[in-house]
T-cell receptor, first 114, second 115 residues
């Protein structure tokens, strides 16, 4: 079965640079979520989109923005990168109409800011 | 206040034995969902099991079962017949509300299965 695809899998950037992470949800899933997981931490919710509209916002810094496109893929744009942004960034997708709403996670993008 | 508490930072279990990973949660919403995810050292998050707040029976998925005690607000994961491949980080997560979308994760429990 198709899973959530994230690209790139690894990214190295310098401070103050920008980065764009991409997510391709499971086909027919209508909701995309972004999470940030720092080293040794649990995933922290950043933002979600339902049917291409922002639906919920968590602890996403103002330097970050995201959107979901007409083909349901989503991009997380990160500007003025800081050392503390180094983390594993997960995208997850779900089908809200389902009773359980379980989220299926992609493999993650490991961002290293130097 | 923490919404999800996992009091065991690390656990050890002998191969082929059963192990229980604790999870307690805090919510005032009558409708919620509880999830367990496994994160191996490779980093991916793997969905294991789900329990809805209105479910009458404890959820089971193969070797995984959920000991759901609603009055105590606990949702412990039981892994039977542990295997070496079960060594991983285990996260308990909660979705609040019928249409709530974001998950809140607990701090996780690192399970090590000993041969």
């Amino acid at each position: 079965a198709a899973g959530v695809i994230q690209s790139p899998r690894h990214l190295i950037k310098e401070k103050r640079e920008t980065a764009t992470l991409k997510c391709y949800p499971i086909p027919r899933h209508d909701t995309v979520y972004w999470y940030q997981q720092g080293p040794g931490q649990d995933p922290q919710f950043l933002i979600s989109f339902y049917e291409k509209m922002q639906s919920d916002k968590g602890s996403i810094p103002d330097r970050f923005s995201a959107q979901q496109f007409s083909d349901y893929h989503s991009e997380l744009n990160m500007s003025s990168l800081e050392l503390g942004d180094s983390a594993l960034y997960f995208c997850a997708s779900s089908l809200v109409g389902q009773d359980r709403h379980e989220q299926y996670f992609g493999p993650g993008t490991r961002l290293t800011v130097t | 206040a923490q919404k999800i508490t996992q009091t065991q930072p690390g656990m050890f279990v002998q191969e082929k034995e059963a192990v229980t990973l604790d999870c307690t949660y805090d919510t005032s919403d009558p409708s919620y969902g509880l999830f367990w995810y496994k994160q191996p050292s490779s980093g991916e998050m793997i969905f294991l099991i789900y329990q809805g707040s209105y479910d009458q029976q404890n959820a089971t998925e193969g070797r995984y079962s959920l000991n759901f005690q609603k009055a105590r607000k606990s949702a412990n994961l039981v892994i039977s017949a542990s295997q070496l491949g079960d060594s991983a980080m285990y996260f308990c997560a909660m979705r609040e509300g019928t249409y709530g979308q974001n998950f809140v994760f607990g701090p996780g429990t690192r399970l090590s299965v000993l041969p």
